[in-house]
C-alpha cells in the first residue's frame, strides 16, 4: 500500500518498482504472479479508468456538471477516451450525472441568484455541451418580465440618484447585456424609474 494514499498500491516487478495501481485491479494480483506486457497494459488502463472514476467523483461533490464538462474534465488531466466514456457510463448508471436535472439545476439557481433571459440561458446551456432539446425544454418555464424586474430592482439601488436618461441608460443596457430584449427592458425600467421616484416623493 502506498503510504500517502490508501486506495493505491505499488506494484514491484522483479523486486524493483514498475508502477503505482489503483486498488481494485491490484486486487487481482497475488505475489509472485508473472505479468506479461499485455496484462500491464490490461492493468494500467484499468487504473486509469479508477483514477479517472474517482476524480470525476470527486468533482461532482462539489456540484452538478454536465456529461459534456466531464467529459472536458477528464480531457484536461489526459485521460483515455476508453476510460473516459466508461466513466460517463457508470456515472449515468449512478445517476450521479444526469443532463436534464442539471439542466434543471442551472436554471433555477440563475433564476433565484442571477436572473438571464432565456436567451442568455440558452447559451449557457449550449456552453455545457446540452442538446437543444433538453435546453428548450429547461428554459420554456422562464418568466423573463419577472427575472428582468428582480434584476432591474437591485441595479436601481446603485443608479437611484441619477438623471432619468442615465438611469435609462444605465438600468437598460444592464437588462439587454444580460440578454433580455428591448419590449421587456423598456416597460421594466419605466417601472423601476417609477417605483424609486414614487418611494421619493413619500419619503419627502
Do not use: C
Request: glycine residues 4%; aromatic residues 10%; without cysteine.
Amino acid at each position: 500500500m502506498q503510504k500517502r494514499n490508501q486506495s493505491r498500491v505499488n506494484v514491484f516487478l522483479d523486486g524493483e518498482f514498475a508502477f503505482g495501481l489503483a486498488l481494485n485491479p491490484a486486487l487481482t494480483l497475488k505475489v509472485g504472479q508473472e505479468l506479461s506486457d499485455a496484462d500491464i497494459a490490461s492493468l494500467q488502463r484499468e487504473d486509469d479508468f479508477e483514477t479517472a472514476k474517482d476524480r470525476a467523483v470527486r468533482q461532482l461533490a462539489r456540484r452538478p456538471y454536465s456529461a459534456a464538462e466531464i467529459d472536458r474534465y477528464l480531457r484536461r488531466h489526459s485521460h483515455d477516451t476508453d476510460s473516459i466514456a466508461r466513466v460517463l457510463e457508470y456515472l449515468s448508471e449512478m445517476n450521479y450525472v444526469n443532463d436534464e436535472a442539471f439542466a434543471e439545476f442551472w436554471v433555477e439557481q440563475r433564476d433565484t441568484f442571477r436572473p438571464r433571459s432565456r436567451l442568455a440561458l440558452r447559451q449557457e446551456l449550449a456552453q455545457k455541451g446540452l442538446s437543444s432539446e433538453l435546453i428548450t425544454q429547461a428554459v420554456e418555464s422562464v418568466d423573463e418580465a419577472a427575472a428582468a424586474q428582480r434584476l432591474a430592482e437591485k441595479q436601481s439601488r446603485r443608479w437611484q440618484h441619477l438623471s432619468e436618461a442615465e438611469f435609462y441608460r444605465k438600468v437598460g443596457g444592464y437588462l439587454q447585456r444580460h440578454g433580455f430584449p428591448y419590449s421587456i427592458v423598456e416597460p421594466v425600467v419605466t417601472e423601476a424609474w417609477q417605483s424609486i421616484n414614487d418611494n421619493t416623493d413619500i419619503n419627502e
